[in-house]
């Protein structure tokens, strides 16, 4: 993958995780309520909670698409991904029921194996990280980085340059 066709797919993951977090963000503050439920026993203040979320998640989703706020917006999106999962295990464990969505494996299954995937997307496309497309960003072969060639000392006045520098 060139430099180019990298930045063009982080440009196009942030502005896709931008519209979803945006989404999602609104509809945990229409359907509070309905995602009552979902949250485990030992979460304080669970309506709040649920508020607060849906809040940072469109504060993440507008953040991704401004360059000054984007790495802060990624880590933030990275680290909410982590902190709903056990919201998450709960909805598929305790079969709870959500309306619109379904209480099957075939849902959770997959829902729960990509959560990482989540975490690595807010992270990929905020510029944290440039795995897998190498560590030299924009390069799929890119050698990784090396540390910079030692340089020699000044010359101290009145010394030849290209003089061999010898011990005492």
Not at 12 to 37: E, K, N, S
Not at 68 to 82: E, T
Not at 97 to 119: E, K, M, N, T
Request: glycine residues 10%; aromatic residues 10%.
């Amino acid at each position: 993958m060139t430099g180019q066709a990298v930045e063009t797919g982080r440009r196009r993951l942030r502005y896709g995780l931008a519209a979803l977090y945006a989404f999602i963000g609104v509809v945990h503050l229409v359907a509070t309520d309905a995602m009552l439920p979902l949250m485990p026993d030992w979460v304080p203040q669970p309506r709040l909670v649920i508020l607060a979320t849906g809040l940072c998640e469109i504060a993440g989703a507008v953040g991704l698409l401004t360059g000054r706020f984007r790495r802060a917006a990624a880590l933030g999106l990275a680290l909410y991904a982590v902190c709903v999962y056990p919201a998450n295990l709960k909805h598929a464990f305790d079969h709870v029921a959500i309306a619109g969505i379904p209480d099957s494996w075939w849902y959770h299954g997959p829902r729960l194996a990509f959560q990482p995937v989540f975490v690595w997307a807010a992270l990929w496309a905020g510029g944290l990280i440039d795995w897998p497309f190498g560590g030299d960003r924009g390069s799929a072969g890119a050698a990784p980085r090396t540390a910079r060639a030692p340089q020699r000392p000044p010359t101290p006045p009145g010394r030849d340059a290209q003089a061999p520098i010898r011990d005492p």
